[in-house]
């Protein structure tokens, strides 16, 4: 259940602390007891606060009255940086603790505690508010989206972890977050095709899965990283609204010549697309957020692409049959983002031993035989020469009237360019790969005069 907090503003008490976890020698007090709660507690460290003996740091702290077997959460603010949060027994011994920032309770009876607020180290001053609230624990059962409860992991369960069934109702993108003061969490989704698990994507150690879930039942596992952990999380189930413009989900139909935007959230999405004549097509993967990385498979072609789009975009060319293919769109590392995937077919011509300005051609290498083609240039000028292919990494060559250059990359990824002043005359492109290794299809292509 979501925490309520109802402000209470109480005096401190200051007393020297062993956040060692060794005994504090008892004292008596006239300093209130906190016995209602939420409260909120406020205070600051500075010079004159009372000096923990092993660290030299300030310290300050509150009597609490708590009742055994509740939980209670305590969560810091203010401009005291990542304090030290502790609590002691009436007799001294440590209960909780130390943790930084925030730190939950959970006494095993009634009784009087101290709660100790520390500076990280001897420098730290500055002041702090404290939240004091009670919450429940929910370590199994139905979860609904918007769902913000707590539970607890027990030593030796880890692995198996607390079992909770997901109820969605409606297909749409939603956020799972698990996060603990206490331990190295592990999230885990199972059910209607998904499996999936993570650790550490909502930062440090805290796990956090954004993905499209459509209607129906599944099975999420909170866990720790190996079976020796214990402690108290917090675990949250949203739903997420689908940025403007996102129109393309998994397992989508493409259509040729149509943009789609998409959005990937940890995982890559498959889509089709139906090719019903021969010819040489490209597929785009544009993102202003991800690092793209594409995938074309069918009928004997099994393509991949990362950078050759330009920056972190990818750009596949490959000559087609009519059948149907697959698209793969996915990316470098974790994360979420927004992509659009552009199709495009055009009827091209085989490479005959010529090509000339404005035209894009096809053709194929064998095993170490690089092609020749003659290009004759009427208009002197500026052109790009390109080779393109998603079998081999191509090595592009140009030979005459006194040139002779060569290129390997400079189209993005594996695929070649040139871009040269070239006066009237005929040239030779030599179209390989590098190291004379590779074999398949390429796409060559000479602009007209830039």
Not at 121 to 149: K, W
Request: charged letters at 20%; glycine letters at 12%.
């Amino acid at each position: 259940m979501p925490f309520t907090h109802r402000a209470l503003a109480l005096p401190l008490a200051g007393l020297a602390i062993l956040l060692s976890g060794c005994k504090e020698p008892t004292a008596s007090t006239a300093t209130p007891v906190v016995s209602e709660v939420p409260a909120t507690l406020t205070g600051e460290l500075s010079s004159q606060s009372p000096i923990n003996l092993n660290d030299g740091s300030r310290t300050q702290s509150f009597d609490l009255q708590l009742q055994g077997g509740s939980l209670y959460r305590v969560e810091s603010s203010g401009a005291l940086n990542q304090p030290v949060l502790l609590l002691l027994s009436e007799q001294g011994e440590l209960v909780s603790g130390p943790r930084n920032e925030s730190l939950f309770l959970q006494p095993e009876k009634d009784g009087r505690y101290r709660l100790a607020v520390s500076g990280r180290s001897a420098s730290d001053y500055g002041p702090f508010r404290v939240e004091l609230s009670t919450g429940e624990l929910t370590n199994d059962g139905e979860l609904q989206p918007e769902a913000d409860i707590l539970g607890r992991l027990r030593a030796g369960s880890s692995n198996n972890g607390n079992h909770y069934s997901l109820q969605v109702a409606e297909k749409g993108l939603y956020e799972l977050v698990m996060r603990s003061a206490e331990f190295d969490t592990v999230l885990k989704l199972r059910g209607n095709g998904i499996n999936r698990t993570d650790d550490d994507s909502a930062g440090g150690t805290d796990s956090r899965m954004l993905t499209m879930l459509p209607e129906g039942s599944y099975q999420l596992i909170a866990s720790g990283i190996d079976t020796s952990v214990e402690g108290v999380y917090s675990l949250s189930f949203k739903r997420w609204e689908m940025p403007e413009g996102v129109t393309l989900g998994d397992g989508d139909e493409l259509r040729l010549g149509v943009d789609a935007t998409g959005m990937l959230t940890g995982h890559p999405q498959t889509y089709r697309l139906t090719i019903e004549q021969s010819g040489l097509l490209q597929v785009s993967m544009q993102s202003d957020d991800i690092d793209s990385l594409l995938e074309l498979s069918g009928l004997g072609v099994n393509a991949r692409d990362d950078d050759s789009g330009g920056g972190h975009d990818a750009l596949l060319s490959v000559v087609v049959e009519p059948g149907t293919y697959r698209i793969n769109a996915a990316q470098h590392g974790n994360g979420e983002g927004v992509f659009t995937l552009r199709t495009e077919l055009t009827e091209v011509a085989q490479l005959d031993g010529r090509i000339a300005p404005g035209e894009t051609r096809v053709g194929r290498l064998s095993e170490g035989q690089p092609t020749t083609v003659a290009l004759p240039i009427e208009q002197p000028g500026r052109y790009r020469i390109t080779l393109r292919s998603s079998d081999f990494d191509a090595m592009l060559g140009l030979q005459g009237q006194g040139l002779e250059e060569q290129d390997d990359d400079s189209a993005g990824g594996t695929n070649a360019q040139l871009e040269l002043y070239l006066g009237a005359g005929e040239y030779q492109l030599i179209n390989s790969t590098y190291g004379d290794q590779g074999t398949g299809n390429f796409v060559l292509s000479v602009s007209a005069a830039l």
